[in-house]
């Protein structure tokens, strides 16, 4: 049964970081790209950024851009995203997804619909 679980979220101050895993079971994540995403109350999934099954390829939403930093261990089946100068407005539920990858060097999170598998999110609060 494929699994990815999220862990690492939790109430942090305006200004922290927090570094964020993805933990993935049942499958073998090197087959796979990886993206974190991100829902707040009221809105709608947002795509954060992405790393490509081979790990060469990286892709982040002009928002975060230089505050967030994607990475992947295939042999710990673990994809991470460190998350530096948090702001309340981040406040949402973190989610990893996986998409099987025809192109080991490609990934986006421009689709939501490309992803096969999710998380069930973790819960990231950033007060002011």
């Known amino acids: 049964q494929p699994q990815l679980v999220e862990y690492g979220g939790g109430l942090v101050q305006f200004g922290d970081s927090l570094s964020l895993s993805c933990v993935v079971s049942g499958f073998p994540v090197r087959a796979y790209a990886i993206g974190w995403f991100r829902q707040a109350p009221g809105k709608e999934r947002e795509g954060l950024s992405c790393i490509s099954s081979s790990g060469l390829t990286t892709e982040y939403t002009a928002r975060l851009e230089g505050r967030v930093t994607i990475s992947r261990s295939n042999d710990k089946n673990a994809v991470y995203l460190q998350m530096n100068s948090l702001k309340p407005e981040d406040t949402a539920v973190y989610y990893c997804?996986?998409?099987?990858?025809?192109?080991?060097?490609?990934?986006?999170?421009?689709?939501?619909?490309?992803?096969?598998?999710w998380g069930r999110g973790t819960q990231v609060t950033v007060s002011s």
């Open positions: 997804a996986a998409e099987l990858a025809t192109d080991a060097t490609e990934c986006t999170v421009k689709d939501v619909r490309r992803y096969d598998y």
